[in-house]
């Protein structure tokens, strides 16, 4: 079983739409989580990292269910410069490995 | 403050070649990291470290080497190079976990690579 899944999509949304991504992760013991924004042919970037009590930042939400062991990110009024790949990003809490899900592909279209 | 920056951005090498990736960060992170990314696929950890001297393996290491003799590099040696090591190569650098909310990484433009 994977560490990390995630839908592929692709996700194609009409401007100024809400859309929202989930992604499971396999271990229990995992500490810390995050969602990277990759442009095509560039390097990940930081989009926000996801707390236990769900945070927001402008347009962007991040919640994390422990339980359900799965985290969502939610882009409301969705701009064309949304249109990237987003990688959901799982730290367990032993050892320092990152792992990556294989990410989600955005397009907004005018 | 440049970051992370890697060389070379692009190289084509034959079959049983050996090359040098350069991974430099200036941002005196400890931690280290070197990706592949298929296409399609998420990033695989191939090595990573935790501070000058010290190396350990991720997912997949098989067919390559690093070292760590400086905070600032961290070169990826890729011996004898084979068609399943074309793959886009990323290096990330962060504080690590003694710093707060220190784990986001900070990537490198990345080198793509074709073994033929």
């Known amino acids: 079983r994977k560490e990390v899944e995630q839908d592929p999509g692709p996700f194609n949304v009409p401007e100024g739409a809400t859309v929202a991504f989930n992604c499971t992760y396999s271990?229990?013991?995992?500490?810390?989580f995050f969602w990277y924004r990759q442009d095509c042919r560039k390097e990940p970037k930081l989009l926000m990292s996801?707390?236990?009590s769900g945070n927001e930042d402008g347009r962007f939400t991040a919640q994390l269910n422990r339980a359900s062991q799965y985290i969502s990110l939610l882009i409301r009024d969705s701009k064309l410069s949304d249109s990237a790949t987003y990688l959901c990003?799982?730290?367990?809490?032993?050892?320092?490995?990152?792992?990556f899900g294989t990410g989600t592909s955005l397009t907004v279209i005018p | 403050n440049a970051g992370v920056t890697q060389t070379p951005k692009f190289r084509i090498l034959k079959i049983g070649q050996s090359m040098t990736l350069q991974c430099t960060q200036d941002m005196n992170h400890n931690y280290m990291y070197w990706y592949r990314q298929d296409p399609g696929m998420g990033l695989k950890l191939i090595y990573y470290s935790v501070g000058a001297g010290i190396t350990d393996k991720g997912e997949v290491p098989n067919g390559y080497n690093v070292s760590r003799s400086t905070t600032e590099d961290f070169p990826l040696r890729l011996e004898l190079a084979a068609p399943s090591q074309t793959s886009v190569y990323f290096c990330?650098?962060?504080?690590?976990?003694?710093?707060?909310?220190?784990?986001?990484?900070?990537f490198g433009p990345g080198t793509r690579l074709t073994v033929t």
């Open positions: 990003v799982v730290l367990p809490n032993t050892g320092n490995q990152f792992y």
């Open positions: 271990n229990s013991a995992s500490q810390s």
């Open positions: 996801v707390y236990s």
């Open positions: 990330a650098s962060s504080y690590g976990a003694t710093r707060g909310s220190s784990y986001e990484q900070y």
